[in-house]
């Protein structure tokens, strides 16, 4: 076991101490301790030898005043689906385990007018590295620009392109909805019903888009009556469901713009003795756990929402993430259609 604590006067030992020892300059010291990539691989194991040698351990604290900012990087978010967040928060976390950083979440409130001001405050006093915006707060552009005055490195996250690559994680919301659609219209459905996202969200739009381009490539039409409103909550899903299987008509088939929605719409089926997927076809958004925890489990889009965590993390503090971090550059990550047994072609086909 390598000796600890050698400094002079068996006091606890400093940077000064293993510049010495290591025979570099207290400069050089830093750079490896910041993972500067500016040196070599001999000075390198030099000076980490001294570190384990003595037992040295970096002042934080010292660490930022010398970048003129804390170890942290912010997740800003006011997002309805819990799930997402929490599926964020984890790519997030697997990408910076290794390194000195932490993660710092912060809800906001983006239909308050002093949205902008609190999160200059927050930003001020945390003084994080950087800051990645989830949906819907990420599709607000003087949130970016907040960011960018006061020097705080940003990603938006979104459904679509929403900034430059280096600012921009995003997806392709509104292609693969389309595709999951039309895998409705080829088995046979007609009367597809759809469940909307919130008002004012662009992954809403998206979402809605790819439906009605579906529709339309078919020749089909959505009838005022089979669009309902939603809010990516369980709740919207119980009354979406309630107005549309009361129908004297009612749909064959249901896209949902959420997983929480369509397991409310698929109770609803299952409280009126409608058969799913025999005489309803369900399909949802994001692949969240709910997707596989109800019966029969639902078809769904695939949503990378962790891939995206990761992702972002990786655009925003390249250099801070631990030696030898492959960083991917994509800017957009793909969705997909996962199709499970809430999906059949309609009664009677």
């Given at each position: ?46 000076v ?8 040295f ?10 970048f003129?900012?804390?170890?942290l990087?912010?997740?800003?978010h006011d ?15 697997d990408?910076?385990k ?9 809800p ?115 009838p ?77 889009v ?17 250099d ?10 994509d ?13 059949a ?5």
């Amino acid at each position: 076991m390598a000796a600890q604590n050698k400094a002079p006067g068996g006091k606890q030992p400093t940077i000064n101490d293993v510049a010495a020892l290591a025979g570099v300059s207290k400069k050089t010291v830093s750079r490896v301790i910041n993972r500067s990539e500016f040196l070599t691989d001999k000075t390198r194991a030099a000076v980490e030898k001294a570190i384990e040698q003595l037992g040295f351990v970096p002042n934080p604290q010292a660490r930022a005043l010398a970048f003129r900012r804390n170890f942290l990087i912010a997740l800003l978010h006011d997002n309805p689906n819990a799930q997402t967040v929490l599926n964020f928060q984890r790519g997030v976390l697997d990408a910076i385990k290794d390194s000195d950083l932490a993660l710092l979440v912060r809800p906001v409130d983006r239909t308050s007018d002093a949205m902008l001001e609190d999160v200059r405050t927050f930003l001020e006093k945390q003084r994080p590295i950087g800051a990645m915006l989830l949906p819907p707060i990420s599709e607000n552009d003087d949130l970016a620009a907040l960011c960018e005055n006061l020097g705080v490195r940003y990603v938006r996250i979104g459904s679509a392109p929403l900034d430059d690559a280096k600012h921009c994680i995003s997806s392709n919301d509104r292609e693969v909805v389309a595709e999951a659609v039309r895998r409705l219209i080829a088995l046979g459905h007609r009367r597809i019903g759809f469940v909307r996202g919130p008002v004012g969200f662009r992954s809403a739009a998206e979402r809605e888009t790819g439906f009605l381009e579906a529709l339309a490539d078919a020749g089909l039409e959505l009838p005022a009556e089979f669009n309902a409103p939603g809010n990516y909550r369980y709740t919207a899903g119980i009354e979406a469901g309630e107005a549309l299987l009361s129908l004297a008509a009612p749909p064959t088939a249901i896209f949902c713009s959420n997983d929480e929605m369509a397991a409310g719409v698929m109770s609803v089926a299952h409280g009126k003795g409608v058969k799913v997927p025999e005489q309803l076809s369900i399909i949802g958004f994001d692949d969240s756990p709910t997707a596989t925890h109800i019966w029969p489990a639902l078809s769904t889009v695939r949503w990378p929402i962790h891939e995206m965590g990761i992702r972002a993390a990786q655009t925003l503090v390249p250099d801070f993430l631990a030696p030898g971090t492959k960083v991917a550059e994509d800017a957009v990550l793909a969705s997909t259609f996962v199709e499970r047994q809430s999906v059949a072609p309609p009664p009677g086909s």
